[in-house]
T-cell receptor, first 117, second 112 residues
Framework: DADVTQTPRNRITKTGKRIMLECSQT?????MYWYRQDPGLGLRLIYY???????NKGEISDGYSVSRQAQAKFSLSLESAIPNQTALYFC????????????????FGPGTRLLVL | AQTVTQSQPEMSVQEAETVTLSCTYD???????LFWYKQPPSRQMILVIRQEAYKQQNATENRFSVNFQKAAKSFSLKISDSQLGDAAMYFCAYRSAGSLSFGAGTTVTVRA
């Protein structure tokens, strides 16, 4: 969905480097999410944010941090990258304001493929 | 945390035929939603279909339909009249009031 963009699309980095993945959305949604995808494991939630002042840890937050700079922007940082953080990272957005949580649909960005050497 | 299991890592189907993907989940909640997402080679995650747990009627979206068996905690996806563009990885997902939990995915190959 072109309304959710992620930069970069691909990134190679070295162990110990700091890296930031960025997500922007033009959908006007209040909720944003970061997932990682590993082969055989599906998608797992790293962090999520219900609005600019509300940030929550997900299933696998260790080694990651996030920043919600504005309603439309949600960044994921790896302070000191390690090889087992090599994965496909997805940002997603959803809008709870217009419906109950059950009607919430998450819209995903195109993903960022990260390789940590 | 809820567990979502997709027992079929790969499925192959002949073009124009039907394929069914299985999904089971474990939960103690009574109110929840289930989803199937499609991930083509472009890596984009695309919502295919959604099912509300309180609805007995199975959801349908064009050639995609589900068989929701709440007591058995089963949520299978049927793709009818398969097309080459259906080739992708398909993820089953569960949501209650918490976050979305995904299965490991099933890769669907469509043979011409």
């Amino acid at each position: 969905d072109a309304d959710v963009t992620q930069t970069p699309r691909n990134r190679i980095t070295k162990t110990g480097k700091r890296i930031m993945l960025e997500c922007s959305q033009t959908k006007g949604h209040d909720r944003m999410y970061w997932y990682r995808q590993d082969p055989g494991l599906g998608l797992r939630l790293i962090y999520y944010s219900f609005d600019v002042k509300d940030i929550n840890k997900g299933e696998i937050s260790d080694g990651y941090s996030v920043s919600r700079q504005a309603q439309a922007k949600f960044s994921l940082s790896l302070e000191s990258a390690i090889p087992n953080q090599t994965a496909l990272y997805f940002c997603a957005t959803s809008d709870l304001s217009r419906a109950g949580w059950g009607q919430e649909t998450q819209y995903f960005g195109p993903g960022t493929r990260l390789l940590v050497l | 945390a809820q567990t979502v299991t997709q027992s079929q890592p790969e499925m192959s189907v002949q073009e124009a035929e039907t394929v069914t993907l299985s999904c089971t989940y474990d939960t103690s909640e009574s109110d929840y939603y289930l989803f199937w997402y499609k991930q083509p080679p472009s890596r984009q995650m695309i919502l295919v279909i959604r099912q509300e747990a309180y609805k007995q009627q199975n959801a349908t979206e064009n050639r995609f339909s589900v068989n929701f068996q709440k007591a058995a905690k089963s949520f299978s996806l049927k793709i009818s009249d398969s097309q080459l563009g259906d080739a992708a990885m398909y993820f089953c997902a569960y949501r209650s009031a918490g976050s979305l939990s995904f299965g490991a995915g099933t890769t669907v190959t469509v043979r011409a």
